[in-house]
């Protein structure tokens, strides 16, 4: 029997992930005033700072610009 604590849906996170985007998005010129936005809101200055917990809404907010 699998009894996995996380919900099936949601796939794990990972920072290099989460920096990969990043990197992605800050290529795009005009970007790093919304990735700092981002970093802002979930009280980090830079991408290590982040949360675990908060991978995923990062995740989303990224896919969003």
Known sequence: ???TPEAPEAP???IEQIREMF???NNIKGNAPKLKAILA???AR???ELQEKDFPEVLKRLEEI
């Open 23 to 25: 990197v992605a998005k």
């Open 1 to 3: 029997i699998d009894v």
């Open 46 to 48: 830079k991408v290590t």
């Open 12 to 14: 794990e996170i990972t």
């Open 41 to 43: 809101e979930f009280g």
